[in-house]
Each structure stands twice: as C-alpha cells, then as structure tokens.
T-cell receptor, first 111, second 111 residues
Framework: QQQVKQSPQSLIVQKGGISIINCAYENTAFDYFPWYQQFPGKGPALLIAIRPDVSEKKEGRFTISFNKSAKQFSLHIMDSQPGDSATYFC??????????FGKGTSLLVTP | DVKVTQSSRYLVKRTGEKVFLECVQDMDHENMFWYRQDPGLGLRLIYFSYDVKMKEKGDIPEGYSVSREKKERFSLILESASTNQTSMYLC??????????FGNGTRLTVT
C-alpha cells in the first residue's frame, strides 16, 4: 500500500520556469515531510523539509507548501535551472520512524 | 559531514548465490536502513535497525535478511539471489529527529 502518492512521474520545464511536484499522504499521524533530490550515480540527499505546524517553508529557490486538511504537500522550484535536473522524492513519516517515499519525479530543465 | 559508505558500487551475481551487501556509517547513528530503488517504484524499505543486534522488517523483506553486529555496520543478505532482486540498493542512517543520510548505492545484477 503506497502511503505517499507523488505526481507527476516526469516533468520538463524550461530554464527560468517554475517546477511543481505534488504529493499526497493518508496517515494523519505523519508529522515530518521531507523532499530528497537525487542526481545520477548518487544517493538521495535531503533538500528541504517541513512539519505540519507551518503551511510553507522556503529555502532559496525551493519552497514547500503544506495543506494539512487536504493531506497534500508540494515542492516548488522557482527560476528552474539545468542544474536542478534530477529525480525528486517526497516522503513522510512520524518523527524518528522510517520514511515512506513517493515513487519519484524525474525533472528535466531545458536550456 | 556524515558519510555512509557502501562497499560495492556494482555487483554481478548468479541466481542462487548468497550475496552480502555491506554498509558502514561514521557518525554513531543508532538507526540504519536498507532500501531498494527501482524505476517507477521509488524507494521501498526492506529492513531497518534501531540498535545493535536489533532488526525490523520493512515493506518488502521477503528474500532478504540483515545483520547488525556493530553500531556502525549494517549488512543486507540475499540468502539465494534471484533475478527479481536485480536492483539498486541504498543504505541510509540517521539519529532520531534528524535527516536521513544515504550512501551512493550498490547496483546489483543477478543473472
């Protein structure tokens, strides 16, 4: 049973555009929602994370929007760059427990 | 900086062989995890461990076992490798309420 559903599976964005990836979860006990970024040949690395006491968190060009009532959260990449081309995973868990990952989104930013 | 080291980047084994995947972390983390990554399926949890000599099944433990004799080392064992275990295997570690740190993965091919 997929506990975190992620869409789209792949995304192509022009340089300078906004990339948006969406995730939905079922378990209302989840209280930690990170996004991981993975480049080819590397393991995933934490990009940004949010807890449900806030609706938005911004770090540079990356923003997480969180909607607790809808059980949805999304990653926005502003001014997308070719160097942002990677696979992105959303995840959710109760704090300190194993993460449940979405299936991933392959992002390609074209020059 | 946290370092999670997986002993092999690429491994080719024959059906029926016993396979050991080794993982070492250098940050004294209590929690260690094994995930497998397959295209379109994302990251799926195989086993995890919250302490030495302790293990818990994840979402897809069938065909796998684990060993954690020392805090820094977590091994994944394929008792009798099968072709459907051809995959990318990712080891990760963390302390409670901190980010999950991944190794760069072992790409296993079972022929």
């Amino acid at each position: 049973q997929q506990q975190v559903k992620q869409s789209p599976q792949s995304l192509i964005v022009q340089k300078g555009g906004i990339s948006i990836i969406n995730c939905a979860y079922e378990n209302t006990a989840f209280d930690y929602f990170p996004w991981y970024q993975q480049f080819p040949g590397k393991g995933p690395a934490l990009l940004i994370a949010i807890r449900p006491d806030v609706s938005e968190k911004k770090e540079g060009r990356f923003t997480i929007s969180f909607n607790k009532s809808a059980k949805q959260f999304s990653l926005h990449i502003m001014d997308s760059q070719p160097g942002d081309s990677a696979t992105y995973f959303c995840a959710a868990s109760k704090s300190g427990y194993a993460l449940n990952f979405g299936k991933g989104t392959s992002l390609l930013v074209t020059p | 900086d946290v370092k999670v080291t997986q002993s092999s980047r690429y491994l080719v084994k024959r059906t029926g062989e016993k396979v050991f995947l080794e993982c070492v972390q250098d940050m004294d983390h209590e929690n260690m995890f094994w995930y497998r990554q397959d295209p379109g399926l994302g990251l799926r949890l195989i086993y995890f461990s919250y302490d030495v000599k302790m293990k818990e099944k994840g979402d897809i433990p069938e065909g796998y076992s684990v060993s954690r004799e020392k805090k820094e080392r977590f091994s994944l064992i394929l008792e009798s490798a099968s072709t459907n275990q051809t995959s990318m295997y990712l080891c990760a570690s963390m302390v409670r309420a901190s980010p999950l740190h991944f190794g760069n993965g072992t790409r296993l091919t079972v022929t």
